[in-house]
């Protein structure tokens, strides 16, 4: 039916609002004012569209015409309100507003929009009047009661407007909902110990409500008391063991032992609570993070599927499965499990970004095509930006990154990867000061400015300019004077200068303070080297590894040194256990095939036959000549 003209008008706006396509607004509007030139929803339409072009005036001064012509009409009435309000004509908005409320004295939205802006402009006694009679309208509305609530928060009376939440619980008193604003409210103002202590009398009154006992020990976690949150979690499930509350505490406390590495008493409480709800899809995804620590790779993958049909928004799980076929060597699977995360989740943002993140350093030309999706659905977003200018600049692509680039840097002026993003494309035009001009202009306004400080450091160091770099990371360290990060980047400026002394000091202060920072290690082990210290460079790096358990990075450089000083059974050792702690790093397993086909014997060789096999098909030239 296209003569029904307010359809035409939803159809414009979504064109104008979510699909970027002013074109067929535009469309819309002329086919709907040349069928009613006063139409009031082409109207509106044709107004939103100026607005969206900056053009505040003509769009207020076409929401008036239809006002005039409408003088009933809700919709416009809020729309012209809300349009004054956002564009500083706060007296106009409240003119219009009680105007029309003394058409519609009883009209809620009307009454909530006077009331919003009334208190903007801390016009407290009117907004109060009306949020009271907001509530006597609708004494059931727990909306009401949290509006009311609010505007006491914000005129700064903290006892009424816990009063009044207390008024709300008081109204439905098995509400959970009502109970846990009010918890959360108190902790905002007076602490944890406080909300627990809320909590307390609240499940005191309410002993039945089980999602009452769940939040405090959610609470009592976060508040660094596990031992009693492990009570609560025992009595929810001791008291409602087949109910979904009894489930949740079990999650929870399952949660609190693998925190603790208690992997048996964390598998227990999974197991429970399976022969409770078997397909609980949370339950199963606990059920699965175990069985993969216990490298039970099958019960793995039948828990993962049991997640990934019920509950196909959670992107982890599919990640999950994915790796736990790669275990198994299944390739086909993960492939089409990754393909079944992208299906399911095409219209949600957030799948969308971690899987774009995901693809990013595996299949770049996917990882595109994800984020334009997002990108889609999101517009003019950071992450969303920042992902696609990180691609085109990885594809080569500097002139379109640049273009985003200066996007981010307009919009998002105080967040990083703007600066950042532009350093390529002046990097392949070979001028390296207006890169370091448009990074020191992000240092300075960016709030996350640490990346932009060290791309600032290395390119001003490459241009010698050591005075500069050095003078700024010393004024950052008055301010931080124990900011290992900071002691490291200085010392790769004195490293660069070939001050070696300076850089060996700051470094060994580091370690002595952050005994688990990984880059000391290895920049120590790289001075010691430069000085020709090789004794010195393997202590530091075994000493490094032997306190960074989680290092691939120390091992490895570890494993070079012996392999240059022809100690080739240390560094076999060290790649025989990386091989264990990471089966599918194919560096690690290449350089392990290499050393034993030169140096060991005919067991070894017998035994990386198996090994040679992951190798097989992934195109590198290296791999290549080892497999050979």
């Given at each position: 039916?296209?003569?029904?003209?307010?359809?035409?008008?939803?159809?414009?706006?979504?064109?104008?609002?979510?699909?970027?396509?002013?074109?067929?607004?535009?469309?819309?509007?002329?086919?709907?004012?040349?069928?009613?030139?006063?139409?009031?929803?082409?109207?509106?339409?044709?107004?939103?569209?100026?607005?969206?072009?900056?053009?505040?005036?003509?769009?207020?001064?076409?929401?008036?015409?239809?006002?005039?012509?409408?003088?009933?009409?809700?919709?416009?009435?809020?729309?012209?309100?809300?349009?004054?309000?956002?564009?500083?004509?706060?007296?106009?908005?409240?003119?219009?507003?009680?105007?029309?409320?003394?058409?519609?004295?009883?009209?809620?939205?009307?009454?909530?929009?006077?009331?919003?802006?009334l208190m903007n402009e801390k016009h407290y006694k009117r907004a109060e009047v009306i949020y009271r009679?907001?509530?006597?309208?609708?004494?059931?509305?727990?909306?009401?009661?949290?509006?009311?609530?609010?505007?006491?928060?914000?005129?700064?009376?903290?006892?009424?407007?816990?009063?009044?939440?207390?008024?709300?619980?008081?109204?439905?008193?098995?509400?959970?909902?009502?109970?846990?604003?009010?918890?959360?409210?108190?902790?905002?103002?007076?602490?944890?110990?406080?909300?627990?202590?809320?909590?307390?009398?609240?499940?005191?009154?309410?002993?039945?409500?089980?999602?009452?006992?769940?939040?405090?020990?959610?609470?009592?976690?976060?508040?660094?008391?596990?031992?009693?949150?492990?009570?609560?979690?025992?009595?929810?499930?001791?008291?409602?063991?087949?109910?979904?509350?009894?489930?949740?505490?079990?999650?929870?406390?399952?949660?609190?032992?693998?925190?603790?590495?208690?992997?048996?008493?964390?598998?227990?409480?999974?197991?429970?609570?399976?022969?409770?709800?078997?397909?609980?899809?949370?339950?199963?995804?606990?059920?699965?993070?175990?069985?993969?620590?216990?490298?039970?790779?099958?019960?793995?993958?039948?828990?993962?599927?049991?997640?990934?049909?019920?509950?196909?928004?959670?992107?982890?799980?599919?990640?999950?499965?994915?790796?736990?076929?790669?275990?198994?060597?299944?390739?086909?699977?993960?492939?089409?499990?990754?393909?079944?995360?992208?299906?399911?989740?095409?219209?949600?943002?957030?799948?969308?970004?971690?899987?774009?993140?995901?693809?990013?350093?595996?299949?770049?030309?996917?990882?595109?095509?994800?984020?334009?999706?997002?990108?889609?659905?999101?517009?003019?977003?950071?992450?969303?930006?920042?992902?696609?200018?990180?691609?085109?600049?990885?594809?080569?692509?500097?002139?379109?990154?640049?273009?985003?680039?200066?996007?981010?840097?307009?919009?998002?002026?105080?967040?990083?990867?703007?600066?950042?993003?532009?350093?390529?494309?002046?990097?392949?035009?070979?001028?390296?000061?207006?890169?370091?001009?448009?990074?020191?202009?992000?240092?300075?306004?960016?709030?996350?400015?640490?990346?932009?400080?060290?791309?600032?450091?290395?390119?001003?160091?490459?241009?010698?300019?050591?005075?500069?770099?050095?003078?700024?990371?010393?004024?950052?360290?008055?301010?931080?004077?124990?900011?290992?990060?900071?002691?490291?980047?200085?010392?790769?400026?004195?490293?660069?200068?070939?001050?070696?002394?300076?850089?060996?000091?700051?470094?060994?202060?580091?370690?002595?303070?952050?005994?688990?920072?990984?880059?000391?290690?290895?920049?120590?082990?790289?001075?010691?080297?430069?000085?020709?210290?090789?004794?010195?460079?393997?202590?530091?790096?075994?000493?490094?590894?032997?306190?960074?358990?989680?290092?691939?990075?120390?091992?490895?450089?570890?494993?070079?040194?012996?392999?240059?000083?022809?100690?080739?059974?240390?560094?076999?050792?060290?790649?025989?256990?990386?091989?264990?702690?990471?089966?599918?790093?194919?560096?690690?397993?290449?350089?392990?095939?290499?050393?034993?086909?030169?140096?060991?014997?005919?067991?070894?060789?017998?035994?990386?036959?198996?090994?040679?096999?992951?190798?097989?098909?992934?195109?590198?030239?290296?791999?290549?000549?080892?497999?050979?």
């Open positions: 039916d296209p003569n029904h003209l307010a359809n035409q008008a939803q159809i414009g706006m979504i064109y104008l609002m979510f699909a970027d396509a002013e074109d067929k607004a535009k469309e819309k509007i002329e086919f709907i004012l040349s069928k009613e030139p006063h139409n009031p929803d082409g109207l509106l339409l044709k107004s939103a569209l100026m607005l969206k072009n900056n053009n505040t005036k003509e769009a207020i001064d076409i929401a008036k015409k239809v006002i005039a012509n409408n003088s009933g009409d809700i919709d416009s009435i809020m729309y012209l309100a809300t349009l004054y309000y956002r564009n500083g004509k706060r007296p106009e908005a409240i003119e219009l507003l009680d105007k029309s409320l003394k058409s519609h004295p009883g009209n809620k939205a009307l009454n909530k929009l006077l009331a919003h802006v009679k907001l509530l006597d309208a609708d004494p059931d509305s727990q909306d009401a009661y949290n509006a009311l609530a609010a505007f006491y928060d914000t005129s700064g009376d903290v006892i009424k407007s816990e009063e009044v939440l207390r008024q709300s619980i008081n109204n439905d008193p098995v509400d959970i909902e009502r109970h846990l604003i009010l918890v959360n409210y108190i902790r905002s103002k007076k602490g944890d110990e406080a909300a627990i202590n809320e909590l307390k009398v609240s499940i005191k009154n309410n002993g039945g409500l089980g999602e009452l006992r769940v939040a405090l020990g959610e609470l009592l976690v976060v508040s660094g008391d596990k031992q009693s949150a492990i009570k609560v979690y025992k009595k929810v499930i001791h008291d409602f063991s087949d109910e979904a509350v009894g489930i949740e505490a079990r999650i929870s406390l399952a949660s609190i032992y693998i925190s603790e590495k208690d992997v048996e008493r964390a598998s227990n409480i999974v197991e429970d609570a399976v022969s409770v709800s078997p397909n609980d899809p949370k339950v199963n995804y606990l059920r699965a993070r175990i069985a993969l620590f216990n490298k039970n790779v099958e019960q793995a993958i039948i828990s993962l599927r049991i997640v990934t049909k019920e509950m196909p928004e959670n992107i982890d799980a599919f990640f999950l499965l994915a790796s736990a076929y790669q275990m198994e060597g299944n390739k086909e699977q993960v492939k089409t499990t990754l393909n079944s995360a992208y299906e399911n989740n095409r219209d949600k943002p957030d799948a969308l970004l971690k899987l774009a993140k995901f693809y990013l350093s595996r299949d770049i030309d996917h990882a595109e095509k994800i984020i334009d999706d997002y990108n889609n659905l999101k517009k003019h977003d950071y992450d969303g930006l920042s992902i696609k200018v990180a691609i085109l600049n990885k594809k080569k692509q500097y002139s379109e990154a640049y273009k985003i680039a200066q996007e981010l840097m307009s919009s998002f002026s105080d967040k990083p990867n703007g600066y950042l993003h532009v350093v390529p494309y002046y990097s392949q035009q070979g001028d390296k000061k207006k890169a370091i001009i448009a990074l020191e202009k992000g240092y300075e306004k960016a709030k996350d400015n640490r990346k932009l400080l060290t791309i600032l450091t290395t390119l001003q160091a490459s241009e010698k300019k050591f005075d500069v770099v050095e003078k700024r990371i010393k004024e950052e360290l008055k301010a931080s004077p124990n900011d290992a990060d900071l002691k490291i980047l200085l010392a790769k400026s004195y490293m660069t200068r070939n001050a070696l002394p300076l850089a060996e000091a700051l470094l060994n202060e580091v370690v002595s303070a952050e005994p688990s920072s990984e880059q000391a290690y290895f920049f120590l082990a790289r001075i010691y080297q430069k000085q020709e210290n090789i004794s010195s460079a393997k202590a530091v790096l075994e000493k490094g590894w032997s306190n960074v358990k989680s290092s691939i990075k120390i091992p490895l450089g570890l494993a070079v040194l012996y392999d240059a000083e022809k100690e080739y059974s240390k560094s076999i050792e060290i790649y025989r256990r990386l091989s264990e702690l990471y089966p599918d790093n194919l560096i690690v397993i290449n350089n392990m095939i290499s050393l034993l086909s030169d140096y060991g014997d005919k067991n070894d060789l017998e035994a990386v036959k198996e090994f040679v096999k992951k190798l097989d098909g992934e195109g590198s030239p290296v791999f290549k000549d080892t497999i050979g």
